[in-house]
């Protein structure tokens, strides 16, 4: 994928990616920096990058695959930075519909080093600092933990409880979409949302099950209080 910024509220886009980089995931972290996960098209490699300047001066930092044995196994990369030095990683890794393994990640130095941390799921992560955070989805996408350690150990919690703890995870307490997939906030009041709807109907075991799928991206200029659609309009 790449990489598009838009100043005027999503009427216009501008491409803003590293070259040679297929982007697979970007974020903001709350200090204004943008971070992203791709592959370098020409040599193959992983790249972790960040900017401070509108996306234009990147700084792209190799991730050591093969010293993770990670080669050939990732399905999906989320990254989730807190400020221009800080930031969690997780690899969603190849398996049967049946399991969401992960594999997680954390820098303190801008992505040059990573230190690996636990998730129980394949997943993407949502911390309001270093030691607290929360992931939900799973196989089923019903599993919700948090952590308040930096993940070295995740509480499994209801949906109940979830919703309730939902607002105290999300970084600045903001106030979410439902059915929200990706979150990416800039402060405290401007953020992005990214909502999924999967539909089925009719019955898998007898081949009339149809299924749809859409996505919608929002934005919000409140903390969350109103979203407004930005695409689809």
């Known amino acids: 994928g790449r990489l598009l910024v838009t100043e005027d509220g999503g009427n216009t886009w501008e ?7 297929q982007v697979s995931s970007v974020a903001y972290a709350p200090t204004g920096e ?6 370098d098209t020409e040599l193959g490699q992983l790249r972790i990058g960040h900017a401070t300047n509108s996306s234009h001066d990147w700084k792209l930092y190799p991730f050591p695959e093969a010293s993770y ?19 969690y990683l997780v690899f969603k890794l190849v398996s049967s519909s049946n399991f969401s393994i992960g594999r997680m990640f954390f820098t303190q130095d801008g992505g040059r080093t990573w230190q690996e941390r636990y998730i129980p799921i394949g997943e993407q992560v949502h911390f309001l600092n270093p030691t607290e955070g929360w992931t939900t989805g799973g196989a089923t996408g019903m599993e919700n933990y948090r952590t308040e350690n930096g993940g ?25 979409p439902a059915g929200v997939a990706k979150t990416s906030a800039i402060d405290q009041l401007q953020a992005w ?30 903390g969350g209080i109103s979203w407004s659609k930005v695409y689809p309009r």
Do not use: M
């Open 34 to 39: 943008v971070w992203l996960v791709g592959r």
């Open 193 to 222: 949302a990214y909502v999924v709807d999967n539909n089925c109907q009719g019955d898998k075991e007898e081949g009339q099950l149809i299924c749809s799928h859409s996505a919608t991206l929002f934005a919000t200029n409140d």
């Open 152 to 176: 070295k150990t995740w509480q499994a919690l209801s949906t109940e409880e979830f919703t309730l703890h939902q607002g105290n995870y999300v970084r600045d307490k903001l106030i979410l």
């Open 69 to 87: 044995d990670l080669e050939h196994s990732i399905a999906q990369s989320y990254i989730d930075p807190l400020d221009n030095s800080a930031a």
């Open 15 to 21: 491409q803003h990616s590293p070259a040679n980089i």
